[in-house]
């Protein structure tokens, strides 16, 4: 078993000091906590039922008065994800490996949302549309070994400097696949490019139809609700309907609607567009980085044939079971992680913030064996 930080020098790269903070400090602004959350049970997920949108008789929008109580689609992913893991054939969340991690955590871990800078922010509207677009193509970047996530980011951060016009409503609903790479400044086909373009003719449509072309009118309809503006997203927007089916259950993961709630957050630092008063309510987003850092850290213990079949380079089906295992029991392990470093600190810790150190970990090091699996859920 490997601490993090033995995981960095492994890799080379050393443990930047911005990665630990003294638990001792005040909890990140707007880190409020989701004590006001009700789970109902017997009803059906948020995004099917929530009403949080009212519109006049002039068509304006209007911003509820209060965020609707109903049933949680952050307890569908807590609650699936648990009973994945406690049924898991081929990844064990490994309770004496957690306890070991978290004993090597003297201080509360945390990174700076933007800590290479290579987002765009203006602190308005425009940002929140450059976000929702970035998070809408997130996702797949594993088949180009040149492409990451930083060109996603930095690329549509150099487009929209260079055209505030760029993510209009009706212009997303427009791209080629060689304009979308022309936008990034990439040279040749996009991993699952089709997709990407499928998708943001899909965020367009959806933005012009219900929200007045605006990303910043979806987010004030949530209510200050990070839950709510997850199941509002994944309402509106089925390509962030990340959920599948295992052992005959629906599991619910919704990687990208709640990596658009976090980097909201971490973008506005729990103000304006970014204030959530249950952000404490959002789980890590299950992708293939994190996965393969619990493995390196002893937390996660793979079957020697999923072993073999991601050293080897093998590709792993989407909706498989050992899929949804490695992204379940990641999302199963780190609130178990979660919860004994809140007791062990006596402080809240939120998954978003132990979801990007582990992220960073493991984006740093370029030798970690990730698994392969073709989505465009991450």
Not at 53 to 79: C, F, I, N, W, Y
Not at 267 to 275: C, I, L, R, S, T
Not at 337 to 355: H, N, T, Y
Request: charged share 20%; glycine share 8%; hydrophobic share 40%.
């Amino acid at each position: 078993m490997e601490t993090l930080s033995s995981v960095y020098l492994k890799c080379g790269v050393s443990w930047p000091k911005n990665f630990l903070t003294n638990a001792k400090q005040s909890k990140k602004s707007g880190s409020g906590s989701d004590s006001g959350r009700q789970h109902a049970q017997g009803k059906p997920p948020l995004y099917f039922a929530i009403k949080t949108r009212e519109t006049s008789k002039q068509g304006s929008l209007q911003t509820p008065h209060s965020a609707p109580q109903l049933h949680s689609a952050m307890e569908d992913v807590r609650a699936t994800s648990a009973w994945v893991a406690s049924r898991s054939s081929h990844v064990l969340v490994d309770s004496a490996g957690i306890e070991k991690v978290v004993s090597t955590i003297e201080s509360i871990p945390k990174v700076e949302w933007d800590f290479e800078g290579i987002h765009y922010f203006d602190n308005g509207p425009l940002t929140v549309q450059y976000l929702f677009v970035l998070d809408a193509l997130n996702f797949c970047f594993w088949p180009d070994k040149d492409l990451n996530y930083d060109d996603l980011a930095s690329g549509l951060k150099a487009a929209l400097q260079n055209d505030k016009s760029a993510f209009d409503a009706d212009r997303l609903q427009n791209y080629t696949g060689p304009q979308l790479r022309e936008l990034l400044r990439w040279p040749r086909p996009l991993p699952l490019e089709d997709e990407r373009v499928r998708l943001l003719h899909e965020v367009g449509i959806e933005l012009e139809r219900n929200f007045e072309g605006k990303a910043s009118n979806l987010v004030q309809c949530c209510g200050k609700s990070a839950v709510n503006l997850v199941a509002l997203v994944a309402r509106h927007f089925p390509g962030f309907r990340d959920h599948t089916v295992y052992k005959g259950r629906q599991v619910f993961l919704y990687k990208r609607a709640q990596i658009f709630a976090a980097d909201l957050w971490g973008a506005f630092g729990g103000q304006g567009y970014g204030e959530f008063k249950d952000v404490g309510s959002l789980t890590i987003m299950a992708d293939y980085i994190v996965p393969a850092v619990l493995r390196q850290l002893g937390v996660l213990k793979y079957s020697s044939a999923l072993a073999s079949t991601i050293e080897s380079s093998g590709e792993i089906g989407p909706g498989t079971e050992e899929e949804v295992e490695l992204r379940a029991c990641s999302v199963h392990a780190v609130e178990k992680m979660r919860e004994l470093i809140s007791k062990k600190s006596g402080r809240q810790v939120l998954s978003v913030e132990l979801d990007l150190w582990l992220w960073a970990a493991g984006v740093q090091c370029t030798s970690l064996q990730h698994h392969r699996t073709l989505s465009i859920y991450y």
